[in-house]
């Protein structure tokens, strides 16, 4: 993006994961166990104090806690199973659901710019916010990038504003603004890195090395996916250009994020109720 400024410390959005730091998803560091690699071997011996599968049961008292053959208690009568659909709140005697995912239309507090702003970035939001309100929308939103020869589809430019302001009210405030205008910077220094022969557009090896910079390590499948999602000839052409790198980025950024917070052991693996994986998705298939 030329003539940014370079981004101060703390704009960490899009940049490459500290030194040290495993990509997620990828495979386990050398001599770590992978998740979900069973700790025994199958028909090896039972660990201490545990019975092996096959053998006698232990000395027990007679089922029901009498001699065999004595007259059990009566049964009770099965509970009546009555249909519940899905994703409605669960019938009474239910554990409660976990508490909700915040509304993705929740309304965006007003910011300010932080300390030591760039002045280009202050005039930028200042030119594109013409009616002073402090908040620009997804067309002013896009007017400003463009200006700085960065042009994006208005799905693109939700898409950033859903990210740095985690909600779909589709406005953006000052300080949203800012930390969009870094990570756009950081992201096309990514971009450029990865586009060897200067064809303005990254092929799918390119693509998952991209990934793997800003710590995201996704599968083969996955990366045809996204080559065939992004490519805008349909998947003939296997590449992506800037902008759809930038929507593509957004993407698998924002759902890792999403999906992180759930996963807090980085497992690789988590649980979600119906709503929270609704809300978790949805707002990336309706920018």
Excluded at 123 to 133: K, N, T
Excluded at 138 to 144: F, G, S, T, V, W
Excluded at 178 to 203: A, C, H, P
Aim: aromatic share 12%; proline share 14%; glycine share 12%.
């Amino acid at each position: 993006m030329s003539g940014y400024q370079q981004p101060p410390s703390g704009y960490g959005y899009g940049a490459p994961p500290p030194p040290g730091q495993h990509p997620y998803g990828g495979p386990p560091p050398p001599g770590q166990q992978p998740y979900g690699t069973p700790q025994q071997s199958y028909g090896g011996p039972p660990p201490p104090g545990q019975q092996s599968y096959g053998a006698p049961p232990p000395h027990q008292p007679g089922y029901g806690g009498g001699q065999y053959g004595a007259p059990s208690a009566p049964e009770k009568p099965p509970k009546e199973n009555k249909p519940h659909a899905y994703g409605a709140p669960p019938p009474t005697g239910y554990p409660p659901a976990p508490a909700a995912y915040g509304s993705p239309f929740a309304a965006l507090v007003p910011t300010q710019f932080p300390p030591g702003t760039d002045p280009s970035i202050v005039a930028c939001f200042q030119m594109a916010d013409q009616d002073g309100s402090g908040l620009i929308d997804d067309k002013e939103l896009q007017r400003a990038l463009s200006s700085y020869n960065q042009n994006f589809s208005l799905r693109t430019v939700h898409l950033l504003m859903y990210e740095f302001t985690n909600t779909n009210t589709r406005k953006i405030g000052p300080k949203e603004f800012t930390s969009l205008y870094y990570g756009l910077q950081n992201w096309r220094s990514v971009f450029e890195r990865f586009d060897k022969d200067r064809s303005g557009k990254i092929d799918y090896n390119e693509l998952r090395e991209a990934l793997l910079s800003l710590g995201f390590s996704v599968s083969p499948v996955v990366l045809e996916l996204l080559v065939s999602k992004f490519d805008k000839s349909g998947g003939k052409n296997k590449a992506i250009e800037y902008d759809n790198f930038i929507e593509c980025c957004l993407t698998v950024k924002g759902l890792t994020e999403k999906f992180k917070e759930k996963d807090s052991a980085y497992t690789g693996s988590a649980t979600f109720t119906y709503e929270a994986f609704m809300l978790t998705v949805l707002p990336f298939l309706i920018a």
